[in-house]
């Protein structure tokens, strides 16, 4: 079995809708610096590739793909359809234009405009970040909350965990039902328990079943939608790390 293929036996009761993660072009970012790609030269049978990979995972994993990823996707098709066509002559060259001048222009406004809202967050604002102090679990660990994870940070991570499963644990009889509302409350009481951050790959053990590491997927996307907990890394890519909010 691929890792693909665990969502006919996984399968969440509901859908998870996720409003805080941006959209198509989040993710075309993520995959542009993740891949440490020029965003002036993106090589887009690459990128358009790994985009339809993302968006498996996340139909597989029952999150609400908007129409303007499915857009995106399209886009993408298409670009990569007039790039495979013959090269033009010379002459015409000078007249046309790289198909994919219109994206970059996109991505190049969107991270402005993202720099600019992330910069905007960070300045108190009264009855939001302006509160009488008070005493901090995350106290030890200062140094660490820099980069929030977003959605395609985590996918990379639960992969990861996918991909330590032994074929063994294919053929587990599960006999408890364990929910994502069970597991919600396990990953809580553990935070509360540690009273410290943690990190992510601590919630997936070796030995877990793909059944367990999917529910305790759900269950922390429920946790970052619902604001209860955050999730963060120390720089771009780096080790996602878990805490209560």
């Known amino acids: 079995m691929s890792e693909g293929e665990f969502h006919s036996e996984e399968r969440s009761p509901y859908t998870i809708r996720l409003e805080t993660f941006e959209g198509p072009l ?21 990128i358009t590739e790994q985009y339809l990979e993302y ?35 010379v002459e015409e060259e000078e007249e046309g234009e790289d198909p994919r001048v219109e994206l970059v222009r996109r991505l190049l406004e969107y991270q402005k405009y993202k720099a600019a809202a992330t910069e905007l967050v960070k300045r108190p604002m009264l009855d939001r970040d302006v509160f009488i102090r008070l005493a901090s679990t995350e106290e ?34 599960v006999l408890d039902r364990l929910s994502v509302e069970d597991k919600v409350q396990e990953i809580l009481l553990l935070l509360q328990k540690e009273k410290r951050s943690l990190p ?3 919630l997936f053990p070796e030995q877990a079943s ?18 209860w907990i955050r999730v963060f890394q120390a720089a771009p890519f780096e080790t996602i790390r878990i805490s209560p909010t």
Do not use: C
């Open 26 to 46: 989040d993710l075309l970012l993520h995959l542009i610096q993740k891949n440490e790609m020029d965003i002036f030269n993106i090589p887009i049978a690459l």
């Open 55 to 89: 968006l498996k995972w996340m139909k597989t994993l029952d999150l609400d793909v908007a129409g303007e990823y499915l857009l995106m996707a399209s886009t993408l098709l298409h670009i990569k359809s007039r790039m495979l066509l013959p090269q033009p002559s």
């Open 140 to 173: 030890g660990l200062p140094e660490e909350e820099k980069i929030e994870a977003n959605l395609f940070d985590l996918i990379d991570a639960l992969r990861k965990a996918l991909s330590r499963v032994t074929e063994e644990s294919f053929h587990e009889v």
């Open 200 to 202: 992510f790959h601590l």
């Open 210 to 227: 793909r059944r367990v590491i999917v529910i305790t997927f759900l269950a922390i996307l429920e946790l970052v939608k619902t604001k």
